[in-house]
């Protein structure tokens, strides 16, 4: 009886242990006991949104291309502010070219300027100009910017050579007050005339040249002091037929070089005169003391 006992205590013994063990493993097996702690996962930012495409049409009616819109906007970029330039001036009142000659020719052509091309800016090409940029919509400045210049050129065809230097008698200007009355050699630079006036008319009427700008025919009210039908310069040596003392050294006077090379030369002060008839005709009329004004 005591074996039994004893015999079957120790199966309920092993039968304990082997309950024991079987529930060790399962535990591990499912990550408790001994295993790793199983450790409280820690709070991470959100992934960055990725940018979901947008269908944009294209303009020749394909399939639209797909863009992204981006998440964020960066700041615009302000544009700095600035005025407007003002007109570049490429000719006004003083200047002296061969491209004012051909601004005088086209306006000739357009009948904006009534008179032989002289090279000269001065008061009369102004109103010239002005009256040019009124009919083109164009401010009324009276002098020549870039869009002025490109409205004329577009409005006029290239002046002939004939029409840059014509062989006739330059156009005369408005007379000065100066001249309306007695006898007086009315003598303008503007227009590059000589008018012989009388009492206010004009008897007759000749091309004129000036001196350089180093050495300038002065400007003013004189008279004839003394005449000479032929004359040499003491200075220069050079011809001076019909020559009318005005002004010290300076005359009027006929030059084969104003004859041959018009507007191209100059005098040393003098006015010269390119037609020996003419200033031949006008040398008899003269007398001493007759008035010359010398004007703009």
Same mark, same amino acid.
Not at 24 to 44: F, H, L
Not at 77 to 101: F, I, K, N, W
Not at 144 to 166: H, I, N, Q, Y
Not at 174 to 184: E, F, I, S
């Given at each position: 009886?005591?074996?039994?006992?004893?015999?079957?205590?120790?199966?309920?013994?092993?039968?304990?242990?082997?309950?024991?063990?079987?529930?060790?493993?399962?535990?591990?097996?499912?990550?408790?006991?001994? &295993?790793?702690?199983?450790? $409280?996962?820690? @709070?991470?930012?959100?992934? /960055? =949104?990725?940018?979901?495409? *947008?269908?944009? !049409? %294209?303009?020749?009616?394909? &399939?639209?291309?797909?863009? $992204?819109?981006? @998440?964020?906007?960066?700041? /615009? =970029?302000?544009?700095?502010? *600035?005025?407007? !330039? %003002?007109?570049?001036?490429?000719?006004?009142?003083?200047?002296?070219?061969?491209?004012?000659?051909?601004?005088?020719?086209?306006?000739?052509?357009?009948?904006?300027?009534?008179?032989?091309?002289?090279?000269?800016?001065?008061?009369?090409?102004?109103?010239?100009?002005?009256?040019?940029?009124?009919?083109?919509?164009?401010?009324?400045?009276?002098?020549?910017?870039?869009?002025?210049?490109?409205?004329?050129?577009?409005?006029?065809?290239?002046?002939?050579?004939?029409?840059?230097?014509?062989?006739?008698?330059?156009?005369?200007?408005?007379?000065?007050?100066?001249?309306?009355?007695?006898?007086?050699?009315?003598?303008?630079?503007?227009?590059?005339?000589?008018?012989?006036?009388?009492?206010?008319?004009?008897?007759?009427?000749?091309?004129?040249?000036?001196?350089?700008?180093?050495?300038?025919?002065?400007?003013?009210?004189?008279?004839?002091?003394?005449?000479?039908?032929?004359?040499?310069?003491?200075?220069?040596?050079?011809?001076?037929?019909?020559?009318?003392?005005?002004?010290?050294?300076?005359?009027?006077?006929?030059?084969?070089?104003?004859?041959?090379?018009?507007?191209?030369?100059?005098?040393?002060?003098?006015?010269?005169?390119?037609?020996?008839?003419?200033?031949?005709?006008?040398?008899?009329?003269?007398?001493?003391?007759?008035?010359?004004?010398?004007?703009?």
């Amino acid at each position: 009886m005591k074996r039994s006992s004893s015999v079957i205590r120790r199966a309920v013994l092993a039968a304990a242990s082997v309950a024991l063990a079987t529930a060790c493993t399962a535990q591990a097996a499912g990550g408790g006991g001994s &295993a790793s702690p199983t450790k $409280t996962p820690a @709070t991470t930012a959100p992934a /960055p =949104t990725t940018p979901v495409p *947008t269908a944009t !049409p %294209s303009d020749d009616g394909k &399939a639209p291309s797909a863009s $992204t819109t981006p @998440t964020s906007e960066a700041s /615009p =970029t302000e544009a700095p502010t *600035t005025e407007a !330039p %003002s007109p570049e001036v490429m000719m006004r009142d003083g200047d002296e070219s061969e491209q004012v000659r051909e601004l005088q020719a086209r306006l000739r052509q357009l009948d904006h300027f009534d008179r032989a091309p002289t090279g000269f800016y001065g008061t009369m090409t102004a109103r010239s100009v002005k009256a040019f940029q009124k009919t083109q919509g164009l401010p009324e400045r009276g002098w020549v910017d870039a869009a002025t210049w490109r409205k004329l050129l577009g409005a006029s065809r290239k002046p002939t050579a004939d029409e840059l230097k014509p062989s006739t008698t330059n156009q005369l200007d408005t007379p000065d007050a100066r001249c309306m009355t007695g006898r007086v050699l009315c003598i303008s630079k503007e227009s590059r005339t000589l008018a012989w006036m009388i009492d206010g008319k004009v008897v007759s009427a000749m091309d004129v040249r000036f001196g350089s700008e180093n050495t300038p025919t002065r400007e003013g009210t004189f008279s004839v002091g003394w005449k000479a039908r032929e004359w040499t310069s003491t200075i220069y040596h050079t011809p001076m037929p019909y020559a009318m003392f005005f002004s010290g050294g300076q005359a009027v006077h006929y030059s084969s070089d104003f004859a041959a090379r018009g507007y191209n030369g100059a005098s040393h002060g003098c006015v010269n005169v390119r037609d020996r008839a003419k200033l031949a005709t006008l040398f008899d009329q003269v007398k001493v003391g007759d008035k010359v004004v010398v004007h703009w």
